[in-house]
């Protein structure tokens, strides 16, 4: 089915964080959210509306001390701007073949700009999501019903040389979209762990868990995503402070180590790896660790083999994920694994999936796999279509950390705030005097709800209370610094 993108509102809210949130080379305290809202026209001359959100994150996409974190949000908009250009200008075409047909010219024209892969996938991630929403509501399907019959004309093309035709189609046939899924808690670098890191001067006392030992008796959940910061004795330090909160109260949890690329080459973090080991008070943790995450600077990541540090676990890759052709390149070099992040795009996430599921499918084995984590996805619009997504992949778990970092809703209008609970009640609470705030009890999230016609939404938004997204310059940003 074609369509034609016509028009294209562009605004965002303010985010105010209530815990801070260390992660890489930033301390989060607030944020912007981009929300979009597109108009497609369908072949038949019917048009539709369908939206998207998604953080605008400072020092994720691109981590260069040159450039200011206002510098990066200006970069993401104008990511936007030249998607919205290249997309519009051509005219029909399916929703894919809109995201296929002008990948190259989006990248090239954002290397023009000074933007890297990763800033320049963000604007066509959005409009992507916002497209097949519209599309699924005027058709009257959902995400998962969308994507298994392959309305969006999902194909093989030269992007992907690796992948063909004849695997998959049946790998979309095949998708079938998840009930549950269970959450994984963030631990981030400035997070504190136990009472004695959370002196009453500090406290928010808004009723949610502030100290690791609060989240794991809350929520109970039994996935845990660890942040390491780069500096060895520092990271084993906090890593058993870690572990003797969930040692102590997590039952059979399980770990994952997120490196955010703080370490300079493959032997940084292959030392800390070792250090773990020899630590007598990690070994449960070690035993719980499934994989590392991104532990070296892109610069460096896909320059040499992580074959040695792959022998302990394996290893994927997140922010070096930039292009279509980076997970294969990633593989000759040692990794079994690459993120799924709906800011990177969801069409390269599925194309990523069909890759995994035909390498296990030619060694016999589950050597190969994604996993699901987050860019500050916040409720409502974000989280659920990521959620959409991951869940129709086969994820079984999911990273979460606006759950904590973010009081749920709070700056949302009551009466948005109201409509999401009321579509999702499964999936939100909302008691009295507090902004409405993800079910998480157990560790796990409820998505039967986001079966709705569009892209898991199912809420009409209050535009009236968001504010126009500035304009983007037109000019490469000269470095700051």
């Known amino acids: 089915m074609k369509v034609k993108l016509t028009e294209v509102d562009r605004f965002e809210r303010d985010v105010r964080l209530r815990l801070p949130f260390r992660f ?7 944020s912007i959210h981009a929300i979009i809202r597109v108009r497609i026209m369908l072949e038949d001359g019917r048009s539709s509306e369908g939206v998207a959100a998604e953080a605008l994150g400072a020092k994720w996409f691109e981590k260069s001390p040159a450039f200011t974190d206002a510098q990066n949000l200006d970069q993401l908009r104008q990511s936007i701007d030249i998607a919205i250009d290249h997309y519009k200008a051509h005219g029909f075409d399916t929703p894919f073949g809109l ?3 002008t990948y190259l010219t989006q990248q090239a024209r954002g290397a023009q700009l000074g933007l890297n892969p ?5 604007g066509p991630a959005l409009l992507d999501r916002a497209i097949l929403d519209a599309l699924g509501k005027a ?5 998962a019903t969308m994507i298994s019959t392959n309305l969006p004309g999902i194909e093989a093309t030269d992007l992907t040389p690796d992948i063909k035709d004849a695997h998959l189609q049946p790998f979309l046939a095949g998708l079938k979209p998840g009930e549950t899924i269970d959450l994984r808690h963030t631990v981030g670098l400035v997070d504190p762990l136990t009472a004695a890191d959370r002196p009453a001067s500090e406290r928010v006392n808004d009723g949610l868990p502030e100290t690791l030992e ?3 008796t809350h929520y109970r959940g039994r996935y845990y995503k660890l942040k390491v910061g780069g500096d060895i004795r520092a990271d084993l330090d906090r890593l058993s402070r870690i572990a003797e909160v969930l040692d102590a109260g997590a039952g059979d949890y399980r770990v994952t180590f997120d490196g955010n690329e ?4 493959v032997d940084g973090i292959l030392e800390l790896w070792r250090k773990v080991e020899e630590m007598p008070a990690l070994a449960r943790m070690v035993k719980a660790t499934l994989f590392i995450e991104q532990p070296i600077k892109r610069a460096a990541a896909l320059s040499r083999p992580v074959t040695e540090l792959a022998e302990y676990r394996p290893v994927i890759i997140d922010e070096s994920d930039g292009e279509l052709s980076s997970f294969p390149t990633a593989l000759t070099l040692g990794y079994s694994g690459v993120s799924s992040k709906n800011c990177k795009g969801f069409y390269k996430s599925i194309l990523n999936a069909a890759r995994v599921e035909r390498l296990n499918a030619e060694v016999g084995s589950t050597r190969y796999f994604m996993s699901a984590e987050d860019l500050t996805t916040g409720p409502g619009i974000s989280v659920q279509q990521d959620l959409a997504l991951v869940s129709l992949l086969g994820l079984t778990h999911v990273e979460r950390n606006a759950h ?19 579509a999702h009640p499964a999936l939100y609470e909302k008691l009295p005097g507090k902004p409405a705030r ?9 998505l039967r709800s986001l079966g709705c016609p569009g892209f898991a939404v199912g809420v009409d938004l209050d535009f009236k209370s968001m504010r126009p997204m500035p304009a983007a310059p037109k000019e490469r940003l000269k470095e700051a610094t």
Request: aromatic share 10%; proline share 2%; glycine share 14%.
């Open 24 to 30: 890489g080379v930033i301390t989060v305290t607030e």
């Open 214 to 216: 609060e989240v794991v």
């Open 118 to 122: 990763l800033v320049a996938a963000y």
């Open 139 to 143: 058709t009257g399907q959902s995400f």
């Open 438 to 446: 993800l079910r998480a009890k157990g560790g796990k999230l409820a």
């Open 99 to 101: 995201f296929a047909g």
């Open 404 to 422: 904590h970092f973010i009081d749920g809703m709070s700056g949302v209008p009551e009466g948005e705030q109201k409509a999401f609970v009321a």
């Open 262 to 265: 703080q370490y300079d080459d």
